[in-house]
């Protein structure tokens, strides 16, 4: 079973910069996309970025020239660096992956962000 655990996250001023990371764990093959949704109070799941294996990245209209998505390290990581950060930011961050474009998911617990001076 393909697990996600996220690091970074926290407490950044508006205007900071926060970085997140994702590792996904119980698969030998290189996951199809990656990224991350959130979720905001008072506001549905959105997405913020999602990169598959191949580079092609997709922003959410809110982050689009604030957040970079890219590929870790190792196989199967991601990062999110988050700049120019707004109050409107913080919400639950969650790691995602499409396993398989479209078979098979996963998702991680969540990490909170928090925007605040």
């Known amino acids: 079973q393909v697990q996600l655990v996220e690091s970074g996250g926290g407490l950044a001023q508006p205007g900071g910069s926060l970085r997140l990371a994702c590792a996904a764990s119980g698969i030998n093959f290189n996951i199809y996309a990656m990224g991350w949704y959130r979720r905001v109070p008072g506001k549905s799941r959105e997405l913020v970025a999602l990169?598959?294996?191949?580079?092609?990245?997709t922003y959410g209209d809110s982050v689009t020239g604030r957040f970079t998505i890219s590929r870790g390290a190792a196989m199967n990581t991601i990062d999110l660096q988050m700049s120019a950060l707004k109050p409107e930011d913080t919400g639950v961050y969650s790691c995602?992956?499409?396993?398989?474009?479209?078979?098979?998911?996963?998702w991680g617990q969540g990490t909170q962000v928090t925007v605040s001076s």
């Open positions: 990169r598959t294996r191949g580079g092609r990245t």
């Open positions: 995602y992956a499409d396993i398989d474009a479209g078979g098979r998911d996963a």
